[in-house]
């Protein structure tokens, strides 16, 4: 399945169960995104336990995998290319000097 796949999957499956009644605001979302980030470092703070969601996987890989899904929800119902995006950004990095010219993280 490709990314775009993936997004409209991702998006018709939140408007099934109700998340676009309304139309989501950015910052909204964003801050739902940063805090699946915060939940995925309090997992790996714990020790990475095994998901208690999904059979096989790690808590690590449960936060970040819901980090992605909302982001791919949001950019699906606003129409956002994220696949053509997330290729032309790696196409650019490719081009980048070594740390970004000396950036530090």
């Known amino acids: 399945m490709s990314i775009a796949q993936l997004q409209n999957e991702i998006h018709r499956t939140a408007v099934e169960h109700g998340w676009w009644e309304q139309k989501r605001p950015f910052g909204e979302v964003l801050m739902l995104a940063v805090t699946e ?3 995925a470092m309090e997992a790996y703070r714990d020790g990475n336990p095994t998901s208690e969601k999904i ?4 808590k690590v890989e449960e936060e ?7 982001i791919l929800d949001y ?7 994220i696949e053509g995006a ?3 950004k790696m196409t650019y ?5 070594y740390r970004h010219g000396g950036k530090l993280a």
């Open 37 to 39: 980030l915060a939940e």
């Open 55 to 58: 059979g096989g996987f790690s």
């Open 64 to 70: 970040l995998a819901d980090t992605i899904i909302r």
């Open 75 to 81: 950019a699906g119902g606003m129409g956002l290319d």
């Open 86 to 88: 997330l290729c032309a």
């Open 93 to 97: 990095n490719e081009t980048r000097p």
